[in-house]
């Protein structure tokens, strides 16, 4: 098929062209074969207007077929007299039609041109209107017949279109085929493991998979059976799509790629339908690999939500899907790839062995795989000192998943960029940072805050960071900023989370004091509050309520949990009204209790607290570092597993410049001697 040449690789759309060509032949033969002209049934007009000399031209036209017709054009005064009787405007020839006014059929040239003479007799030869003779043989045929054989023409090739003809695919009538991208020799994704950093366990896990397809031999021998299915589960960005797109790369096997929402459809049976013909498809290419991305739109629970007697579609869809994963007709080669961050709201049929047998989990990386991540994306950067930098900007990114580290690196070159720089900095990235956290810094900062607000911010924000730093299981300071941005308003305090996946309630209370700590600073400096701590409290709130209701950590509650039950019913509680009021007396209990505890901690180091603001007021940003040197160390062991990293990474470069220098001077004493 002839490729678009203004997007080559692109088809042309030929249901546009098609439509636009009958719109365009309808509008042409409506001008040119509309006749608006007067069809006389008696020739008593005509008669008299002949008689009375009313009438300027008369055209005797032959269609063919013995078919003659007659057209009358009356003189501009007989229409104008005549538009006077019916009291309407006057007639105007420059924009009204001119003629024929009127028409009539006739059975022959002969009988026509016979009546005239007989009807004109008593005119004198001179003032007869002598009638004109032509011929338009065929063109009634094809104004009658032309815009049938164009519709029919038309219908023709968008049949031919919707049905599969030529490339494409069908639209309408392939409604029930399945919508996959095939990925094979010839269409292969260049991506591969060598592309994917930060997820070692899953990568050996998906490197199974794939070698058994490339060496199903080497397993089948001992009896082994690959999982017919793997589900990729975790928090978004983390790298689920991108692990499936390396799979592809690696398999050299055919590559199935759809998403979850493929199988939607308003139409009943459409959804099973797809699947069914995903699973036939599969079938003849197998040895081969199916990727549906989002499966959770159509592998949640069934029976929620549904109202009775109704038909749910989505079920119907995955039960289609149920059935070609692991019912009789099983096809033993095809193995399926799901991907979710969902997990808990799928079907168990969909997660039970023979399925979905192994379900990777795909989590934030840690500050090893964040660095190794970092130096992915740093291949393609323009920057100088890459393993120093991928070092630093992965201790100071926590939290971060894969795309959110892509899109630092990226904001980075387009930063540099903007300011016409040769190679992006060590300063871009921590703006791109900046801008990722906090969004975008606003450039009128001067005029938007007052400087009574930003001395309001610098206490704030200064209390978060004086009670972060003098509470033993808070998490760390890595940075503070006073410089108003999109999304994080007038400022805000970046910490470092432990690497660590249990909390007790010690350091959730720690926690929630440090998040308290710039409403307790505002109040002790200004003796007021303000609305500032909306999102600290919200915070406060949720992991109050996680102490009581969730994670049973609240003797008067006890050791009950109501996560899932909640969750599951929000409407009605899953406890009594007793059980409620209590549940809110003990949070309300809890954060007073951490309200007054972070008063007075902050009270004790008032000086600290002045200090660290008064540095905000005139630096805009500190970090960890500049803490140090205003407050002093931190009276607890800081050698968490970040720590433990860092300096590892320290006392690794200073053995290797000590092995340097003592290689130095032993040559230098061998020069000596020689």
């Not at 062209?17 to 001008?31: E, K, M, N, R, Y």
């Not at 960005?237 to 799979?247: I, P, Q, R, S």
Request: hydrophobic share 35%; aromatic share 8%; glycine share 8%.
């Amino acid at each position: 098929m002839r490729e678009n040449k203004k997007n080559p690789g692109e088809k042309p759309n030929f249901q546009f062209w098609v439509i636009a060509g009958l719109g365009i032949s309808l509008i042409f033969l409506f001008f040119l074969g509309s006749d608006t002209t007067k069809s006389l049934k008696s020739l008593k007009e005509f008669d008299q207007d002949v008689l009375n000399k009313k009438v300027e031209a008369i055209r005797l036209v032959d269609h063919g077929n013995k078919s003659f017709t007659v057209y009358v054009t009356k003189t501009k005064e007989a229409v104008t007299a005549d538009n006077k009787d019916k009291k309407k405007s006057p007639f105007n020839y420059t924009t009204q039609k001119k003629g024929p006014h009127y028409k009539f059929e006739v059975s022959s040239d002969e009988s026509f041109y016979a009546y005239y003479e007989k009807l004109t007799a008593k005119i004198p030869e001179k003032d007869r209107i002598k009638p004109s003779f032509s011929r338009e043989e065929g063109i009634g045929n094809l104004l009658n017949y032309g815009f049938l054989i164009l519709l029919i023409v038309g219908f023709f090739f968008l049949m031919r279109r919707m049905t599969g003809g030529g490339s494409g695919g069908g639209q309408i009538f392939n409604i029930g085929k399945s919508k996959a991208s095939l990925f094979d020799t010839e269409n292969k994704i260049n991506i591969t493991f060598k592309n994917v950093a930060g997820l070692d366990e899953a990568k050996v896990e998906v490197e199974e998979i794939v070698d058994f397809l490339k060496k199903p031999q080497k397993y089948e021998k001992l009896g082994g059976k690959i999982p017919k299915g793997v589900l990729l589960e975790g928090p978004p960005g983390t790298g689920k799509t991108l692990l499936a797109k390396a799979v592809a790369g690696e398999a050299g096997v055919p590559f199935f790629s759809l998403s979850g929402s493929d199988f939607v459809e308003m139409f009943v049976g459409v959804g099973a339908a797809r699947v069914r013909d995903l699973f036939k498809q599969a079938k003849e290419k197998a040895p081969c690999i199916i990727f549906i991305d989002e499966i959770d739109a159509i592998g949640r629970s069934r029976g929620k939500g549904q109202m009775p007697g109704g038909n749910d579609e989505r079920e119907n869809t995955l039960n289609s899907l149920l059935v070609e994963m692991d019912g009789f007709g099983t096809h033993s080669r095809i193995i399926i790839m799901g991907a979710t961050n969902r997990m808990d709201i799928l079907d168990n049929a969909l997660l039970r062995p023979g399925r979905f047998d192994r379900q990777i989990s795909i989590d934030k990386p840690d500050v090893i795989g964040r660095e190794a991540i970092f130096k992915v994306h740093l291949n393609d950067i323009k920057s100088s000192n890459k393993e120093d930098k991928a070092n630093k900007l992965a201790t100071q990114t926590p939290g971060f998943a894969g795309a959110e580290i892509a899109n630092v690196c990226n904001e980075a070159a387009l930063i540099a960029g903007r300011f016409g720089k040769d190679e992006v900095t060590m300063q871009d990235f921590q703006d791109a940072i900046d801008r990722v956290i906090g969004g975008l810094e606003k450039k009128n900062k001067n005029k938007i805050i007052s400087p009574e607000e930003k001395k309001i911010v610098a206490y704030h924000e200064a209390g978060h960071a004086v009670a972060g730093w003098f509470l033993e299981h808070a998490d760390p300071l890595v940075k503070v900023s006073i410089v108003p941005r999109g999304t994080a308003a007038l400022g805000y305090a970046q910490y470092l989370p432990k690497e660590q996946f249990l909390y007790t309630t010690e350091q959730l209370l720690d926690e929630m004091c440090m998040t308290l700590g710039g409403r307790a600073a505002e109040e002790i400096i200004f003796g007021r509050i303000s609305t500032g701590a909306l999102s600290d409290l919200e915070r406060i709130t949720q992991m109050a309520y996680g102490i009581v209701t969730v994670y049973g950590m609240n003797e008067r509650i006890g050791n009950v949990s109501f996560y899932k039950m909640e969750q599951n019913d929000s409407f009605n509680k899953p406890y009594a009204d007793a059980t409620a009021q209590a549940i809110d007396e003990e949070v309300k209990k809890i954060i007073s209790d951490a309200y007054d505890r972070t008063l007075a901690l902050l009270r004790e180091n008032r000086e600290a607290l002045e200090t660290i603001a008064q540095e905000l007021l005139d630096k805009e940003v500190i970090f960890q570092a500049d803490l140090v040197k205003l407050i002093g160390e931190r009276p607890f062991d800081e050698r968490t597993n970040y720590q433990k990293y860092t300096d590892s990474l320290n006392e690794n470069a200073v053995e290797d410049t000590t092995a340097e220098v003592i290689e130095e001077k032993t040559t230098e004493e061998d020069n000596k001697e020689d």
